[in-house]
């Protein structure tokens, strides 16, 4: 009995290892698109010009900006949930096993 939960229990920190190194990549990955949603708003009130190009250029940076933003969100969404995978992994760790 207690080899098998010794077993499930490494399984378990295996677990929460790999979705440790999820969550800092997570995190990597939300600074920078943090960066370019900042960066791409910026670029479009850079390029508010009367030129017809212009202005379709200006229109698809803030399209553009839009998108950066949510998918932001959606990596900050994924992170929560990440986080909630990785404190049961720990959870399922035995401390007789440790």
């Known amino acids: 009995m207690t ?4 077993t499930q229990t490494a399984s378990a920190a295996a677990d929460a290892h790999r979705l440790d190194i ?10 920078r698109l943090a960066e370019a949603g900042l960066e791409s708003g910026g670029l479009a009130a850079l390029t508010d010009w009367s030129a017809t ?13 839009v998108d950066v933003r949510a998918l932001e969100g959606v990596a900050i969404d ?3 949930d990440v986080w909630i995978a990785r404190q049961r992994a720990a959870a399922a760790i035995g401390p ?3």
């Open 22 to 31: 999820v969550l800092r990549e997570l995190e990597k990955l939300i600074d």
């Open 53 to 65: 190009a212009a202005r379709a250029f200006h229109d698809e940076a803030e399209t553009w900006a």
């Open 96 to 98: 007789w096993c440790r």
């Open 78 to 80: 994924l992170r929560a």
């Open 3 to 6: 080899v098998t939960l010794c």
